[in-house]
């Protein structure tokens, strides 16, 4: 692996500092070569296209009601389950591609990258892993403090601690991702002993490129319903909305990328947890 923008001297005692400012930067810097990201990005966000529309199609759409009031239908959970699936499998063929490229080079991906195997499948299940046994584990233990304390200030607090609890171990977990992309032995022991100064940084930086992300969905939104856009073209709104969504998978993978390669290269004495 090479030395990247962020790496440190592994002489350094604190380590990588995982400073957010450059972890943005050299994210987004990485989407100026608009060429690279469009031959990456252009058959997983068409295989995602495809898959919203076949299920579309097929009567299988997500309708929740917001104010919880009616439970959602089996259709409704069928829904979910393979939007998630089609997800899954179309971002984790983007995601190992744009680690590798941002890493190790553009040589490092041929063609389009359109393939799987051994490594794509080991990243799947990773990001499967990541982002429901924590879920679920929180959600027990949520459900635990309810029948104990009920509704009350208690749980309230106990709630927020579990939040996060949850994020924190989330964005360590999520290390695990550019290591299966890299086909590196970077582990979970490494993944959960990373320290929480360095836990905090990375949070903050997802957490910095996530909230704008948001309003610029809801603006777009706004921007696109009131042009009429929605019903017009429906299908290209839609299909915006992907590309935007692509956009911001690239920049959220090469945060956790850059600091992955920061982590390597700067760790002092080969250790992540002194």
Do not use: K
Request: glycine share 8%; net charge positive.
């Amino acid at each position: 692996m090479t030395q990247g923008p962020l790496g440190n001297s592994p002489n350094r005692r604190d380590g990588p500092d995982l400073n957010p400012a450059l972890l943005i930067r050299d994210s987004v810097l990485g989407l100026r070569d608009t060429n690279l990201f469009l031959r990456l990005a252009i058959l997983p966000a068409i295989g995602m296209f495809i898959a919203e529309l076949l299920l579309f199609w097929c009567g299988l759409t997500i309708d929740i009601d917001p104010t919880g009031a009616t439970p959602p239908t089996a259709r409704t959970l069928l829904a979910a389950f393979l939007t998630y699936l089609a997800y899954l499998v179309f971002s984790t063929l983007f995601g190992i591609n744009w680690t590798r490229t941002l890493l190790l080079g553009p040589g490092a991906v041929a063609g389009f990258g359109f393939q799987w195997g051994l490594r794509e499948t080991r990243y799947l299940l990773r990001a499967a892993a990541i982002a429901l046994v924590p879920a679920f584990a929180s959600m027990l233990a949520i459900f635990f403090v309810l029948a104990i304390f009920g509704q009350s200030a208690i749980t309230g607090i106990a709630a927020l601690i579990l939040v996060v609890i949850y994020l924190f171990v989330m964005v360590r977990l999520t290390l695990l991702l550019p290591a299966a992309a890299l086909d590196h032995p970077f582990g979970l022991r490494e993944a959960l002993g990373l320290r929480g100064r360095l836990a905090a940084r990375l949070l903050a930086t997802q957490i910095l490129v996530t909230l704008p992300y948001l309003l610029l969905l809801v603006l777009f939104g706004i921007v696109i319903d009131h042009l009429g856009l929605f019903a017009a073209a429906p299908y290209a709104s839609q299909f915006i909305f992907l590309v935007l969504n692509y956009l911001f998978i690239a920049v959220s993978t090469g945060i956790f990328a850059f600091a992955f390669q920061a982590i390597l290269n700067g760790r002092p004495r080969g250790s992540l947890t002194v």
